[in-house]
């Protein structure tokens, strides 16, 4: 039976073993009955489990997993789950299997040290907010007394790579390359349509529209690299779910490509959707052939977002406003639309339509040129 304390607390004892014949008992708290009763469920969960019998025992790696499951398992979406995992392998790797009463800053900043050597700088700024969540929670279960983490600090990228669309010499080049059939449809669709790459291989052929030239966008892949992406039935952003138009060129190659398809429209090998690893092994082989045909070495910042960010250009420079602009790319907000035109350069300046604007005006003002005056 829940007990309450003079502090004002609420403890609650439970047997978590036998030592010598004689029963080992871990003292629970809250300062609630509810918090009591959720730390009781978790704490007995993990038991069940068989990864903890004495909490003296408990390694990282362990806590991480109690922390993953009663946590954030079934509060956030699949992909997220997915990519919280991939964060933990990563930190597991260097830290998981030390005991949480033997862990310390040192054991982290090493970890970091070992990221930043490898330049993942942004993964390592994420991966310390699970840390310190994990650390947090190890707290709250009274398996460590203190936070371990305070103090430690995010590393801010002091030379923060520019979003940029692609040039005209290298759009070029996917035009110059001898690209197999569903590399020419994959590479065209992302660069004429604006789609996220899980948008675009979630694809099933119904979700084109070749009459009403428009693609259908209603879900999403939850991505891996080891084995087969699963479908989610919703887009990243509620935004997300929209309908975007087809140019009459990428209307052609479409065409082509779905006429004697149904089902999923870029399959795996055994017909399923593609993995993360295959879709990156994919683009690898594009950026070889598109390497053959550039008298120059191809960039190192060429990546498969970059389709996106010049559709957006192309929508900019095409008189979309930003409202509509918003709604093709699938955005909640539209500083994140915003956001994506800060690769822009003096190149991109219309100045023919600022002439004309400061003309209008000074024909509204019989001549005159009001120049202003200082404060």
């Given at each position: ?207 084109i529209d070749l009459k009403k030239k428009k ?36 209307l052609d190659i479409l065409s082509k490509y ?118």
């Amino acid at each position: 039976m829940p007990k309450k304390r003079k502090d004002g607390r609420y403890s609650k004892q439970v047997t978590i073993g036998l030592k010598n014949g004689k029963p080992i008992r871990k003292t629970l708290y809250g300062d609630t009955l509810k918090e009591l009763d959720k730390n009781y469920r978790d704490f007995m969960s993990l038991k069940e489990k068989g990864i903890i019998l004495q909490e003296d025992n408990t390694t990282f790696r362990e806590l991480s997993e109690l922390w993953l499951t009663n946590e954030k398992i079934g509060s956030i979406r699949d992909q997220s789950i997915t990519t919280i995992k991939g964060q933990l392998s990563t930190i597991n790797s260097h830290i998981g299997d030390i005991k949480m009463r033997s862990l310390r800053q040192s054991h982290i900043e090493a970890f970091r040290a070992s990221m930043l050597k490898s330049g993942k700088l942004v993964q390592y700024n994420l991966c310390l907010s699970r840390i310190r969540a994990i650390v947090r929670y190890a707290v709250q279960k009274d398996i460590i007394t203190r936070d371990i983490t305070l103090g430690m600090k995010r590393i801010k990228n002091v030379q923060k790579k520019v979003k940029r669309s692609f040039t005209a010499e290298e759009r070029q080049l996917f035009v110059k390359a001898e690209l197999d059939s569903f590399e020419l449809c994959f590479v065209n669709l992302l660069l004429y349509t604006g789609l996220r790459k899980n948008e675009a291989l979630a694809l099933n052929v119904s979700d084109i529209d070749l009459k009403k030239k428009k693609i259908n966008i209603t879900k999403s892949l939850v991505s891996s690299k080891r084995r087969e992406s699963c479908l989610q039935e919703y887009t990243k952003t509620a935004a997300g779910k929209r309908q975007v138009p087809i140019p009459s060129f990428l209307l052609d190659i479409l065409s082509k490509y779905t006429k004697e398809r149904t089902g999923i429209l870029f399959t795996s090998r055994n017909g399923g959707y593609i993995s993360g690893g295959t879709m990156d092994f994919r683009w690898g082989k594009i950026l070889k052939k598109l390497q053959e045909v550039s008298d120059a070495p191809l960039a190192d910042d060429i990546t498969l977002h970059m389709f996106r960010h010049t559709y957006a250009s192309d929508l900019y420079k095409s008189g979309i406003d930003i409202k509509q602009a918003q709604y093709l790319l699938g955005h909640d907000d539209i500083k994140t639309t915003l956001d994506t035109y800060t690769h822009f350069g003096f190149a991109d300046v219309q100045v023919d339509k600022l002439e004309d604007y400061y003309n209008a005006v000074k024909m509204q003002s019989n001549g005159k040129v009001i120049p202003l005056k200082h404060a």
